[in-house]
């Protein structure tokens, strides 16, 4: 199975419900790496590599969120995969 990276910006009600400390945790659930962090206009903003199959896990769970939040859109980016990301955790 090849390792890919994805950037994804999330919009919706995606802020103030919880949906970064659950994205955190599923991705860690999935073995995947990166990064999530609250826009200042209003979006989800996610970076994460790892097993492509893996992260089609996540962006399926991104859809949904947390039982707070609505999700409206995925901005969905495959890239190439770096393998420079250690540990999956929320950037302030």
């Given amino acids: ?10 919009s919706g009600i995606v802020q103030g419900v919880f949906y970064r400390k659950n994205t955190k945790q599923k991705a860690q659930l999935l073995g995947i790496t990166g990064w999530v962090k609250n826009l ?4 989800v903003e996610v970076l994460a590599e790892g097993y492509k199959g893996k992260l089609e896990d996540l ?9 707070l939040s609505r999700v409206d859109k995925l901005e ?3 890239k190439k995969y ?3 990301i250690d540990g999956f955790r929320i950037i302030f």
């Fill in 82 to 84: 770096t393998g420079e």
């Fill in 59 to 67: 962006i399926k769970w991104l859809k949904k969120g947390p039982y």
């Fill in 76 to 78: 969905i980016n495959w």
């Fill in 1 to 10: 199975m090849d390792k890919a990276r994805v950037h994804i910006f999330v």
């Fill in 40 to 43: 200042s206009n209003g979006q």
